[in-house]
């Protein structure tokens, strides 16, 4: 994304109020970049068409052998691609409920169910109504409490803009969904903003919810502010309270709610079952794709430090890699695969992915499935279903103990990866 001539200024509380950007393109390949592309392996099918970034050459140097481009490995598990849904314009997540159902969220739109046989309903009476020009903006995440069978409340992420409110309005909130299935009631603000851009919401063991939140407008400046909720990862108590030990409660200069800074677009997040490790998965506009494990108060260094470039091909601060203080990403990516969607495999039905760690590529059109040693590096990594030719926005594990991938585009689908 780029800032458009017309931007205002951030205001100081930094929460990007953005009347209208523009995604950018990058430029066509060569057909020797072409040619180098297909050779390295790690974008698209070029029979889906030009891989978007096989122009991207950038390639710098990791801190650490282990960093960037793992063993490519091809699992002895087997499976098979099962369609559950069709029909689903540009959805963005995904939840089950009890009833054996999907919640899912329709970016342009809100709240739908799909049914285990693929039906779709109407759009939910209650929903939040969706209005923005920003074509990536819109119905985020949805997330079932905890307590849901007794309490029936949902949390939604999402950026709107209300009668008389400001454009680009992003909103954290909860609601309660009837009990059947088709009207979302009592919505309650936990977090809002204009220029709030809340991305993926999970809940931790201890009740909190742990929001992760973009920021995609050059130059950047809110990812390393305190005071903006933007380019962090946030944890809020579920009636939008602050927990007493967030680091930064003491700083009155800070958005008490920050719990991590200096991530730029993160799309996916899951907590490790192996170690209860917070996991996120970061789109950088050109490269530099990030995975990066999530601890208190630190700082993950965008966009004083990446692997990768600006989306107009300019180095970011001056190309530097890595600063005393900013953590670096336990494994990066260049070109660009824009990731969303994480699951860490727990279940028995495909034994051979346990513990693994499954993300969706937008752009690169695949999903990546990663092995991780005890230490928690990445040791390999495998490329599926790029045949598909399409974007993969969510990946969530069911309750059945089998993988659900959501699409992104007009006719977008519900996958099941089940035993072949």
Known sequence: MKRSKLLVALMMSAALAAPSFAQVAPPPPTPEQLA???????????????????????????????????????????????????????????????????????????????APDGKVSDLLTGTPAIKTPIRLFGMHDVVLDRDFAKNRTVYLAYVTQVEGGAPNTGYLVSAKLAADEKSVTDLKVLKEGAGFVPRRVVQGKDGTLFVITADVITPYNAAQSLKSPNGKVLRINTDGSIPKDNPFVSNADADPSVYALGVRDPQGMAFSPVNGELYIIENEPRGGDELNVIKAGKNYGFPL????????????????????????????????????????????????????????????QQVVRLELNEEGRVTGEEKMLRDRCKRFRDIRQGPDGLIYLLTDDANGEILRLAPG
């Open 36 to 114: 180098k592309a297909a050779a390295e392996d790690q974008l698209g099918d070029q029979k889906c068409g030009i891989p978007r970034n096989a122009a991207d050459e950038y390639r710098p140097a990791p801190m650490y052998p282990d960093q960037t481009r793992a063993h490519r490995v091809v699992s002895t598990q087997k499976y098979k691609v099962e369609t559950v849904a069709s029909g689903l314009q540009n959805a963005w997540g995904m939840v089950f409920l009890p009833s054996g159902n999907m919640l899912v969220t329709i970016r342009g739109q809100g709240l739908k169910t799909v």
């Open 305 to 364: 430090i990446s692997y990768g470039r600006d989306n107009d091909g300019k180095l970011l601060n001056g190309g530097k890699t890595a600063q005393d203080g900013l953590e670096q990403p336990v494994h990066f990516w260049t070109p660009s695969v824009a990731f969303s969607g994480m699951t860490i495999y727990s279940g028995d039905k495909l034994p051979g992915w346990k513990n693994s760690i499954f993300v969706g590529g937008l752009s690169g």
